[in-house]
């Protein structure tokens, strides 16, 4: 069983002569099957002729040539209109001459260089053996002539449009690449931005703050103290995102979607930012479903990037977490009241409120942020989440 399913591998792996050779040796060998000779093309109308050593010349010439139809078309095309002319001037009528359409598919559809220069080639070959056929007593009329070679047209227009097509598909394929490898560098981005701002904000707050505790040193030991925890939390985060990332690499010893955030991991959340000294007050209301997907996540990064603002602009001042659990969505607001003190951290990129707004819109939600009118801020998010299980 192993080894027929090699076969076909095999077959695809190997190079395009070879896969062209059973067809080369098809139309060659049809040429000497005495039931079929003298029923190939027949083009000039010349008396029959016997089969001899030239007819073989000829039927080799237009059948064993397409071994390289799609390696060098340009060889193939000129050694089967050779052979083809020969067929013709000769009267053989091989059933090789169907070589000639399939060459003219081929260099429509593989042909790179030098594509007008050829068609105008073969079209002076063709005037020119449609004339010699004529001067040879052949009782071909013009419209024959005519007909035959709209027929070829129409063969190399077929390798043409398959072209164009194997383009359009190989440019259609690099746009999607290229989109979903920006998508994916959009994702990492938000996720580090997530992961990492929280934690290091924090980390500068706290050091900030610390500046103004050295006559307390207690104070100050449980300030370097916090500074240290947030560090290892920011360390262990960004572990569990590599995995993430790189799900065939897992030092942590488990499952990366075991290690994602959810909406159930808010209180530490919470209570982290009060270690770094700011005042929160969380309120939650109904219960939150055993599994909310995506929207778990979606609503604690929201709540992450919103307590990180809080932060960064408005240290000290009070701020409200309010998230609500309803049948099909869950709600999250975040204001925060006031200005903050100067120990503020310096502002950002704008990066994360942009990032929060396009999870929101994945997941066909609502998203709002914006300043209130007593100089708070406030974050709104309504994220559907589906019926819970």
């Known amino acids: 069983m192993t080894n027929r399913r090699r076969i076909p591998e095999l077959w695809r792996r190997s190079s395009v002569t070879v896969r062209d050779l059973p067809l080369a040796l098809l139309v060659f060998g049809a040429s000497f099957v005495p039931a079929l000779y003298n029923l ?9 002729r016997a089969f001899d050593v030239w007819a073989v010349v000829a039927a080799a010439l237009q059948g064993l040539s397409l071994t390289v139809r799609r390696r060098a078309p340009a060889v ?11 067929d013709q001037l000769r009267g053989y009528h091989l059933v090789a ?15 790179e260089r ?3 220069s050829t068609a105008l080639t073969l079209s002076t070959a063709y005037v020119l053996l449609s004339l010699t056929l004529h001067r040879l007593g052949g009782d071909e009329a013009a419209e024959g002539y005519v007909l035959f070679y709209l027929t070829l047209v129409l063969a190399c227009g077929a390798g043409v449009w398959l072209r164009s097509t194997r383009a359009a598909e190989a440019e259609r394929r690099r746009r999607v690449a290229e989109d979903t490898l920006a998508a994916e560098r959009a ?12 934690h290091v904000t924090a980390m500068v707050v706290q050091c900030e703050a610390a500046r103004y505790l050295t006559a307390a040193p207690e104070r100050l030991d449980e300030t370097l103290a916090a500074v240290s925890d947030t560090g290892r939390r920011a360390i262990t985060d960004l572990r569990h995102l590599l995995d993430l990332l790189d799900p065939g690499h897992d030092a942590g010893g488990g499952a990366p979607g075991d290690r994602t955030p959810t909406v159930g991991e808010l209180r530490t959340l919470v209570e982290q930012t009060r270690e770094a000294g700011q005042p929160v007050e969380f309120t939650e209301e109904g219960a939150s479903a055993t599994s909310t997907g995506s929207a778990g996540l979606v609503a604690y990064r929201v709540v992450q990037e919103a307590l990180t603002n809080a932060l960064k602009y408005a240290h000290g001042s009070r701020t409200r977490v309010r998230v609500r659990y309803a049948a099909r969505e869950i709600t999250v607001e975040v ?18 409120l942009d990032g929060l707004r396009r999870r929101v819109d994945v997941l066909g939600g609502d998203f709002s942020a914006g300043p209130r009118t007593d100089g708070g801020f406030t974050v709104l998010a ?3 989440a589906g019926s819970p299980s």
């Open 40 to 48: 190939g093309t027949q083009l000039g109308g010349m008396p029959p």
């Open 76 to 86: 193939c095309l000129a050694l089967v209109s050779l052979g083809f002319a020969l």
């Open 97 to 111: 001459g169907t070589a000639l359409p399939i060459a003219l598919l081929s260099a429509g559809s593989h042909l």
């Open 114 to 116: 030098h594509r007008r």
């Open 187 to 198: 994702r990492i981005a938000r996720e580090l931005h997530d992961v990492v701002t929280h």
């Open 335 to 352: 204001s925060t009241e006031g200005t903050g003190s100067p120990t503020a951290s310096p502002g950002g990129s704008g990066r994360g």
């Open 382 to 384: 309504r994220i559907p």
